[in-house]
């Protein structure tokens, strides 16, 4: 069992160390994506504007991932971008990731986004049926400026 909860300071370098250690796990950790993003150690503190949110999963207690949505910067009016959806992988294939991913689609179609889009790389792509699975379609170009050039998968799904 789990819970999902909106994350705090405390739960900084814990989310950041997941984030870098499954990127270390998919031989991901390459310029472009969140492992050299600048704001990865301070997530809290980068979330802490309107229309925006980011959870983290628990289970014992223990931060086992998390994921939000964020207004990425040139995104066009009504789209906002799922980021930082990353697993510890005890919290893999229990449905954790899913259910954060449709409790960020509803928290955004509340605060009046109209579509969700997201990045991910080729090495992530154990993802990427999950999303598929969730109505996600790709899209040939990339939308805003995340600067995760790193990332050539992009995908867009309707709230």
């Known amino acids: ?6 994350i705090q300071v405390s739960d900084n370098i814990r989310i950041a160390t997941i984030i870098r250690q499954c990127l270390l796990e998919f031989n991901a950790a390459k310029p472009g994506t ?6 990865l150690e301070t997530t809290f503190e980068y979330f802490q504007k309107e229309s925006c949110a980011y959870f983290v999963a628990e289970t014992n207690g223990i931060i086992v991932g998390g994921g939000g ?7 066009p009016d009504g789209i906002v971008e799922l980021v930082r959806l990353y ?3 005890e919290a893999r294939g ?4 899913k259910f954060i991913i449709l409790h960020c689609e509803e928290e955004a179609r509340s605060a009046g986004y109209e579509q969700m ?3 991910t790389t080729r090495e992530l792509n154990i993802a990427v049926p999950l999303y598929e699975k969730l109505g996600y379609r790709y899209t040939e170009q990339a ?3 995340s600067g995760h050039f790193g990332c050539e998968i992009r995908m867009l799904k309707n709230l």
């Open 34 to 39: 969140m492992y050299f993003d600048p704001t």
């Open 69 to 75: 949505y964020y207004p990425t910067q040139g995104l």
């Open 117 to 119: 889009y997201l990045e």
């Open 1 to 6: 069992m789990f819970t999902l909860r909106p």
């Open 143 to 145: 939308l805003g400026n």
């Open 87 to 89: 697993l510890a992988p």
């Open 94 to 97: 229990n449905g954790i990731g």
